[in-house]
């Protein structure tokens, strides 16, 4: 019996031993796990990060394309401005100054000058044979340009394709 008591005893003795050598090794398990945890805490952040980066980009090809236009504002005549103004302020007709196919924007030359608000459509066609290409809804207006975004694409838009008002 005693035999049996001591046999017994050694079996639990050996049993919470094994247990101890895991839970030695445990930590290191612990720590891997929480390296995993991290590196997919930081490949989200890389992501959102990336895409930071690139909203950012299409933010800055929208301003160097109204400086653009502003340079070529500043080039043209008297004349020519009032004559372009007069145009546009009968039948806000203008053309396309710039376009990002991939984020679905355009930018306009027409601005709050010409009556350009928010919200406003405007049909855009090709220059060249007349035919509609997409909607392009204004999100942002500056004084004499706008930007927004394009919907219904039916085509490749380019620069000078033509930008009129959205029949109502």
């Known amino acids: ?11 639990a003795f050996m049993a919470v031993a094994s247990l101890l050598a895991y839970y030695d090794l445990n930590p290191a398990d ?19 990060a990336e895409c930071r980066i690139q909203e950012l980009y299409h933010k800055l090809k929208a301003a160097d394309a109204e400086i653009g236009n502003l340079k070529e504002t500043l080039r043209q005549t008297p004349q020519e401005k009032a004559a372009v103004r007069t145009r546009r302020a009968d039948d806000k007709t203008g053309y396309v100054t710039a376009v990002d196919t991939r984020a679905k924007t355009a930018s306009i030359n027409l601005g709050a000058e ?15 044979e007349s035919l ?12 004499k340009s706008a930007a927004g975004d394009l919907s219904l694409i039916r085509g ?13």
């Not at 612990?30 to 992501?47: C, D, Q, V």
């Not at 000078?160 to 109502?168: L, V, Y």
């Open 114 to 128: 010409d009556g350009v608000a928010e919200g406003m459509e405007f049909m855009i066609s090709n220059a060249a």
């Open 30 to 48: 612990a720590e891997i796990g929480n390296l995993k945890k991290t590196l997919r805490r930081t490949s989200e952040e890389k992501i959102a």
């Open 156 to 168: 490749s838009i380019k620069v000078n394709d033509a930008a009129s008002r959205w029949p109502e």
């Open 1 to 11: 019996m005693v035999l049996g008591v001591l046999l017994t005893l050694g079996l």
């Open 132 to 143: 509609y290409m997409a909607r392009l809804t204004i999100r942002k207006v500056s004084k």
